[in-house]
């Protein structure tokens, strides 16, 4: 049996990677910081796990002692997380880490992370230009997130053994820390039946389910070689789609308002609202055999219900999250919808 090593397992991303190899019959490792973050159901599959630092040299040889057929790197965003890997390349059949589409710079140098969007004129290929690398490691920040990963990115690629870099955009799926769902369901579930949408709902951000990327990283896995490939949902879901999606599974009504284009800033923000619109270009997966376990609408159900089935203190800890600050102000609904035209956008 193959063996696999899924370097941050514990995650909404790792653990959906692990379940895909394990059904796919590889011999799964996983590593983390805590052992009581490991999901019970990895554990109940065959899944094993080992306590790790994945930043400490000595923690990673310990890992990888053996050799191993494939390491999913989910937690790698330096240069020098990536130059763990690639001098250990040696003993391994291939490697598949997780970049981000926050490398990616339109003609003007504005990227996902800048303060005026980037305009890319239509859906983003891998051949489109890169921000410049940043090696110093300083990565938590808007715009050192996206240059670190493409030194990551660079350090990897130049490693002894096939390497995948997969790029994907705004992951969902079941155990995320930060649901965007979050957003409609917390409305839904306050009985708010009207949603005003920025730019008529036709915002959108493409999103990736996590089993999406799991099947994708299973192909690479599969079909080792040294690539770049996007990875996000089959379809492009405007901000509009993604609303009607989560509302249809909570199986509420939501009237979708869709404000002009020249309202103010403030009135119908969303996780979603990127203007304008940025999806990936999918067809380089495609031509490597890679079939997606389903659409957005498809796929976003099972954290819909995750999501229903919060204690209130669960709830709660959501709310209060840095990244919802703000979004709850149903003022500020109030006002867009008061003064929004009366031809709603319904759906």
Same mark, same amino acid.
């Given at each position: 049996?193959a063996?696999?090593?899924?370097?941050?397992?514990?995650?909404?991303?790792?653990?959906?990677?692990?379940?895909?190899?394990?059904?796919?019959?590889?011999?799964?490792?996983?590593? #983390?910081?805590?052992?009581? %973050? &490991?999901?019970?159901?990895?554990?109940?599959?065959?899944?094993? &796990? *080992?306590q790790?630092? +994945?930043?400490?040299?000595?923690?990673?040889?310990?890992v990888?002692?053996?050799?191993?057929?494939?390491?999913?790197?989910? !937690?790698?965003?330096?240069?020098?997380?990536?130059?763990?890997?690639?001098?250990?390349?040696?003993?391994? #059949?291939? !490697?598949?880490?997780?970049?981000?589409?926050?490398?990616?710079?339109?003609?003007?140098?504005?990227?996902?992370?800048?303060?005026?969007?980037?305009?890319?004129?239509?859906? !983003?290929?891998?051949?489109?230009?890169?921000?410049?690398?940043?090696?110093?490691?300083?990565?938590?920040?808007?715009?050192?997130?996206?240059?670190?990963?493409?030194?990551?990115?660079?350090?990897?690629?130049?490693?002894?053994?096939?390497?995948?870099?997969?790029?994907?955009?705004?992951? %969902?799926?079941? #155990?995320?820390? +930060?649901?965007?769902?979050?957003?409609?369901? +917390?409305?839904?579930?306050?009985?708010?039946?009207?949603?005003?949408?920025? %730019?008529?709902?036709?915002?959108?951000?493409?999103?990736?389910?996590?089993?999406?990327?799991?099947?994708? *990283?299973?192909?690479?896995?599969?079909?080792?070689?040294?690539?770049?490939?996007?990875?996000?949902?089959?379809?492009t879901?405007?901000?509009?789609?993604?609303?009607?999606?989560?509302?249809?599974?909570?199986?509420?009504p939501?009237?979708? *308002?869709?404000?002009?284009?020249?309202v103010?800033?403030?009135?119908?923000?969303?996780?979603?609202?990127?203007?304008?619109? &940025?999806?990936?270009? $999918?067809?380089?997966?495609?031509?490597?055999?890679? $079939?997606?376990?389903?659409?957005?609408?498809?796929?976003?159900?099972?954290?819909?219900?995750?999501?229903?089935?919060?204690?209130?203190?669960?709830?709660a800890?959501?709310?209060?999250?840095? &990244?919802?600050?703000?979004?709850?102000?149903?003022?500020?609904d109030?006002?867009?919808?008061?003064a929004?035209?009366?031809?709603?956008?319904?759906?």
């Open positions: 049996m063996r696999a090593i899924v370097l941050g397992v514990s995650g909404m991303t790792g653990r959906a990677i692990a379940r895909e190899l394990i059904d796919a019959e590889w011999d799964v490792t996983g590593t #983390g910081r805590d052992p009581a %973050h &490991f999901p019970d159901e990895l554990g109940a599959s065959g899944g094993g &796990f *080992v790790s630092d +994945r930043g400490d040299a000595v923690d990673l040889d310990a990888l002692a053996g050799g191993a057929d494939l390491v999913v790197d989910c !937690v790698a965003y330096t240069a020098a997380h990536a130059q763990l890997l690639a001098d250990r390349a040696a003993d391994l #059949g291939s !490697v598949v880490a997780l970049s981000s589409k926050a490398v990616y710079v339109d003609a003007q140098g504005r990227h996902s992370n800048s303060d005026d969007p980037p305009d890319f004129g239509g859906p !983003v290929a891998e051949t489109t230009a890169a921000l410049e690398p940043d090696y110093s490691g300083e990565y938590r920040s808007r715009l050192g997130y996206g240059t670190n990963k493409v030194a990551m990115e660079r350090t990897l690629l130049a490693a002894s053994c096939p390497v995948s870099i997969l790029r994907p955009s705004r992951i %969902h799926g079941p #155990g995320s820390a +930060r649901p965007r769902e979050w957003f409609i369901v +917390r409305r839904l579930r306050d009985r708010r039946t009207r949603l005003p949408l920025a %730019h008529g709902g036709r915002t959108g951000n493409h999103p990736t389910a996590a089993v999406n990327l799991a099947r994708l *990283v299973r192909v690479c896995a599969e079909r080792p070689a040294t690539r770049i490939l996007n990875a996000a949902d089959p379809d879901p405007s901000s509009a789609d993604i609303a009607q999606a989560i509302a249809e599974t909570v199986e509420l939501l009237e979708l *308002v869709g404000l002009d284009d020249g103010p800033d403030a009135w119908g923000r969303n996780p979603w609202d990127t203007w304008p619109p &940025f999806f990936l270009d $999918m067809s380089a997966a495609a031509e490597i055999g890679y $079939m997606p376990v389903g659409t957005y609408a498809e796929t976003v159900a099972t954290t819909v219900r995750e999501l229903l089935a919060l204690s209130p203190a669960a709830a800890a959501i709310d209060a999250d840095p &990244f919802f600050e703000g979004r709850f102000d149903y003022a500020l109030d006002a867009a919808l008061a929004a035209s009366t031809r709603p956008s319904s759906r």
